[in-house]
T-cell receptor, first 113, second 113 residues
Framework: DADVTQTPRNRITKTGKRIMLECSQTKGHDRMYWYRQDPGLGLRLIYYSFDVKDINKGEISDGYSVSRQAQAKFSLSLESAIPNQTALYFC????????????FGSGTRLTVV | AQSVTQLDSHVSVSEGTPVLLRCNYSSSYSPSLFWYVQHPNKGLQLLLKYTSAATLVKGINGFEAEFKKSETSFHLTKPSAHMSDAAEYFCVVSTGGGNKLTFGTGTQLKVEL
């Protein structure tokens, strides 16, 4: 099994629908992150969490919300999806310091039509 | 604020020739720097990392990078390109007091016969 698992792998949804992307990890890491990737823009941070009681906004949090249900689970929600939220979404985890880098999930490709 | 600039959005080389992917960083303190690779339709894989130890860092698959403080650079090199190196490469810097990673916009490497 993968260390960081994202579900679903692919999703097509309609404008205005609520959708949740899920992430679970077996690394035992406290820190979890959600990024989105767009062509030519690299990865941009949406939200991050350092433990179950700590949630922080990233650089592009508008239109998104998150829930840290447990140390191992971190979900990203789009309350009312819009087409410009079409992107590849990555969940990542890290140890107490990012100096060892992140462990990434395989990504969720979301299309909003 | 800490940031990275990848100087080329696309690089094309012939198989067997050297690879150079350029990255400059901006940081008010000594940063941790990383290179990640993303093969088509795949997740992100850590190639190598610099965390204030040796300035020449060796990574996987024959890649290496040199941290040059005087030039604020962290360029990625490989002596001889292989077709399997064709991918997108991201230069990444630790930010937020070392609590998260900020990605460059990526360099697409094409390897031709």
């Amino acid at each position: 099994d993968a260390d960081v698992t994202q579900t679903p792998r692919n999703r097509i949804t309609k404008t205005g629908k609520r959708i949740m992307l899920e992430c679970s990890q077996t690394k035992g890491h406290d820190r979890m992150y959600w990024y989105r990737q767009d062509p030519g823009l690299g990865l941009r941070l949406i939200y991050y969490s350092f433990d179950v009681k700590d949630i922080n906004k990233g650089e592009i949090s508008d239109g998104y919300s998150v829930s840290r249900q447990a140390q191992a689970k971190f979900s990203l929600s789009l309350e009312s999806a819009i087409p410009n939220q079409t992107a590849l979404y990555f969940c990542a985890t890290s140890d107490f310091t990012v100096n060892y880098g992140y462990t990434f999930g395989s990504g969720t490709r979301l299309t909003v039509v | 604020a800490q940031s990275v600039t990848q100087l080329d959005s696309h690089v094309s080389v012939s198989e067997g020739t050297p690879v150079l992917l350029r990255c400059n960083y901006s940081s008010s303190y000594s940063p941790s720097l990383f290179w990640y690779v993303q093969h088509p339709n795949k997740g992100l894989q850590l190639l190598l990392k610099y965390t204030s130890a040796a300035t020449l860092v060796k990574g996987i698959n024959g890649f290496e990078a040199e941290f040059k403080k005087s030039e604020t650079s962290f360029h990625l090199t490989k002596p001889s390109a292989h077709m399997s190196d064709a991918a997108e490469y991201f230069c990444v810097v630790s930010t937020g007091g070392g609590n998260k990673l900020t990605f460059g916009t990526g360099t697409q490497l094409k390897v031709e016969l």
